[in-house]
């Protein structure tokens, strides 16, 4: 593997791109995509240089390269049930961010995140499904301290863990060390189902 060098955007210009794109995915005027052999083989011989890494939900209504608008190469994903990090999910971070030189990650949480809805609801979580719950619930606990319920607790507990992996991710070493030289900037962010809006939270 080759090391590149960083990504020639700026984080807050990578953070444009994402809105930019978003705000065509909303008014339903996508950007003419590069999706064909001469793309696909200009990345095969040059390597990837995406430009944000996104940790999201694995819900299929949350696409990443389709609610950002953007195409092959752009985005490096970690995507899993409740936008959570465990181990192997935080080296995929990690790797985007360091051996990628990406200037951005955003977190991307989504408004009705069924595994939110499984953490607060309580019940059985059977399988590894507890694994993800078991991440969730810290979030879970704090938005319940607010005296939410009902949907203000399900999406008070969506903010809080998407917070919680914020600082997840900024604890890691590798991440710091490129905070600390002005390479790197980590966002949280919510997409909202019905509108197809994604909000930073910061
Ligand atoms: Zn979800």
Known sequence: MTHHGPSALSAAEARARLEEGNARFTSARPAPRELGEARRH??????????????????????????????????????????????????????GAEHLGVPLVVVLGHEKCGA?????????????????????RPAADRARATGAT????????????????????????????????????????KYWLSSGTVTFLD
């Open 150 to 189: 009902g949907e203000e607790l399900y999406e008070k507990t969506t903010d809080e863990n998407i917070r919680q992996v914020v600082a997840a991710v900024c604890a890691s070493p590798v991440i710091r060390h490129l905070q600390e030289h002005g390479a790197l900037s980590v966002l949280g962010a």
């Open 42 to 95: 200009e990345l095969a011989e040059h390597g990837q240089h995406p430009f944000a890494v996104v940790i999201t939900c694995s819900d299929s209504r949350v696409p990443p390269e389709l609610i950002f608008d953007q195409a092959l190469g752009d985005i490096f994903v970690v995507r899993v049930a409740g936008n959570v990090l465990d181990e192997v999910a935080m080296g995929s971070v990690e790797y």
């Open 116 to 136: 939110v809805k499984a953490t607060v609801d309580g019940g059985e979580a059977p399988g590894s499904i507890g694994a993800i719950v078991e991440r969730i």
